[in-house]
Each structure stands twice: as C-alpha cells, then as structure tokens.
C-alpha cells in the first residue's frame, strides 16, 4: 500500500484509506492548503449525496441532503464562512462539490476544525471514496465498496478515528 494510505477505524471494522498527498500530521499542525490530513478522532456530522451517482441507503440515520452545480464549500481563510457550505458562484475561493471523477459522489461531513472554525487551520476535510487508492488533498477516502457498507451503520454520536 502507498505510504499515504492508513487505516481507519469505524466501529468493529479497520478499513484501507487514503489521505492527504503530504501524509498525515498532528491537528493542531494542519495549515489550509498543505495537503496533510489531521490525526484524531472526528464526528460525523452528515453526509452529502450526488443524484444518480449516489444515494443514502434506506434508514439513513444521520441528517444528509443532495449536492447539485451550485454547491461548494469555503477554503478561503479570508472568508467569514471559511468551512462552511457555499453557494457557488461565491465571492471567496469555495472547491466545487459536483466533480468529474466520483471523489464526492458520496461525502461524509466530519468536524474537523467546524466549532467555531478557525481560519487557516483546514477546510473540507472530508471522508469520501477514492480514485484507486490515490492520495487525497487531506481527506480521507476509501473504496466505493467498503463507504456502501459504513452508511448503513452510521448513528449520531459516530467518530471517524484516523491513527
């Protein structure tokens, strides 16, 4: 396996991941933008669908909504709503959630640096599905195959564990 890729822990299960192209680094060390994914334990706060491309299964316990064009979240250190949902267009820099590849088909929102935010420290810090195994730009990603099977699971009061 690359020596980006790490395991995660999701409740009896330690799954394959992939996280960020700089490896992974202590929270209180990730500045926006160095492509390092934070260490820690991390609450899952919900989940974001892409229509036709994904769904949540039947009995989804946790609050999620569909993602369309218009749909980004804040990476702009400069932007009062810096991690947070955005409205694209928006008048800061904001990553577009509706990609080409099938990275955010399925996002899983965790709360990494989200009470409050504090700007610089990482943004979009999401758990997605991953291209291959590829390295991500801080998140962490898993297989299509192994997310299908932790959504059904998912319950409020569940931490994404990265070690």
């Known amino acids: 396996m690359d020596s980006k890729a790490l395991t995660l822990m ?6 394959p991941c992939t996280i960020g192209r700089s490896g992974a680094c202590p929270a209180e060390d990730k500045t926006e933008g160095d492509g390092c994914t934070p260490l820690g334990s991390w609450p899952i706060r919900g989940a974001l669908f892409r229509p036709g491309r994904s769904a949540p299964p ?4 946790l609050p999620w ?12 250190p400069a932007d009062p709503c810096y991690n947070r949902p955005a409205r694209l267009p928006h008048p800061y820099n904001a990553e577009a959630l509706v990609r080409d ?5 399925v996002i899983v929102v965790i709360g990494h640096n989200d009470t409050p935010p504090k700007p610089g420290k990482g943004s979009a810090i999401f758990f ?20 299908g099977g932790i959504l059904s699971r998912l ?9």
Not at 10 to 15: G, N, S, T, V
Not at 58 to 61: K, N, P
Not at 131 to 145: F, H, L, Y
Request: hydrophobic share 45%; proline share 2%.
């Open 10 to 15: 999701f409740k009896d299960k330690i799954i």
């Open 58 to 61: 039947e009995g989804f316990a």
């Open 65 to 76: 909504r569909w993602i369309g064009a218009q749909d980004g979240w804040s990476d702009d």
């Open 101 to 105: 590849d099938a990275l955010y088909d």
């Open 128 to 147: 997605h599905l991953w291209n291959d195994g590829q390295p991500t730009e801080g998140c962490v990603a898993i297989a299509r195959e192994e997310m």
């Open 155 to 163: 319950a409020a009061g569940d931490v994404l564990e990265i070690f």
